[in-house]
């Protein structure tokens, strides 16, 4: 199976203003993008459903996080079953922002992304080191150990509507960016991975993407990486390169 190219852009808390989520949006619907890649870009959730009203319909719309419960009394959560309802395909979950900043847990976000698939969502599974971890060696060790409590939820039938983002902690905002062998290292053992825990059909058939102080300057050797099946972007998805980055793989 060849695996479809798949970018992402993580708003994450920007833009700040009305018109200036106008602008943005504007600029991505004039852009001349590779049909073949799979785009999904993540607004705040203050604007998912407007973003999705207005953006053009080859690119699809993901919520940045969301919680376990259907309803109830969870002041400041977003169900999933409220995101499928509004019309949103995707959710990212276990964003090292999240994980870090808020204390998410492996197995909180395990059991968000099992919720999430339940409700009909597809779901961008962020993994990563920190830099302490990586000069440690960790690397491999800190992914299977955050992808672990995952797999022990889900079903091998599941996978087919994950995408799992390695995001190495000390690149994210950074400026920072894994070499292209440091990145195709990381994904290989975190397909192997899946391979001895799950399938090989579904280490084969998973994309990997990467994350983490992507741009239009280094995004084409990263995507000629054998297993980097494209990008998860933050600070470039606010830009008019982040057209550049969903055409790496153009010639």
């Given at each position: 199976m ?10 994450k808390l ?13 600029g991505?619907?004039k ?7 799979e785009?999904?870009i993540?607004p ?5 459903i ?20 259907e ?13 499928v309802?509004?019309?949103i395909?995707y ?13 998410e ?9 099992r919720?999430a ?6 779901v ?6 920190t830099l302490q971890?990586r000069e440690?060696?960790?690397t ?5 150990e955050?992808?672990?409590a995952?797999v022990?939820v889900?079903?091998?039938a599941?996978?087919?509507n994950v995408?799992?983002?390695y995001e190495?902690?000390?690149?994210i905002?950074t400026g920072?960016?894994?070499t292209?062998?440091?990145?195709q290292e ?6 192997a991975?899946?391979?001895?825990a799950?399938?090989?059909?579904v280490?084969?058939?998973t994309?990997i993407?990467y994350?983490g ?7 084409k ?6 297993d980097?099946?494209?990008?998860l ?19």
């Amino acid at each position: 199976m060849t695996r479809q190219f798949f970018v992402g852009g993580n708003f994450k808390l920007n833009p700040i203003t009305l018109e200036s989520k106008k602008s943005l949006i504007s600029g991505l619907n004039k852009a001349e993008l590779d049909p073949s890649t799979e785009v999904v870009i993540a607004p705040p959730s203050i604007y998912l459903i407007s973003v999705k009203d207005i953006v053009r319909k080859d690119v699809k719309v993901a919520a940045q996080n969301c919680y376990f419960k259907e309803s109830g009394a969870f002041t400041g959560e977003i169900s999933p079953k409220q995101l499928v309802d509004a019309g949103i395909p995707y959710v990212i979950l276990g964003h090292s922002e999240r994980r870090t900043i808020f204390k998410e847990t492996s197995e909180l976000i395990a059991t968000k992304t099992r919720a999430a698939l339940d409700a009909g969502l597809k779901v961008i599974l962020c993994i990563g080191e920190t830099l302490q971890e990586r000069e440690a060696g960790k690397t491999a060790e800190v992914c299977e150990e955050q992808l672990k409590a995952v797999v022990e939820v889900l079903k091998e039938a599941d996978w087919s509507n994950v995408v799992i983002a390695y995001e190495p902690v000390w690149a994210i905002g950074t400026g920072k960016v894994a070499t292209s062998a440091q990145a195709q290292e990381a994904h290989v053992d975190v397909r192997a991975y899946l391979a001895k825990a799950i399938s090989a059909a579904v280490a084969n058939d998973t994309r990997i993407i990467y994350g983490g102080s992507v741009t239009a300057v280094n995004c084409k050797e990263l995507a000629t990486q054998q297993d980097v099946d494209g990008f998860l972007v933050g600070g470039a998805s606010l830009k008019p390169e982040f057209a550049d980055i969903v055409n790496a793989k153009k010639a």
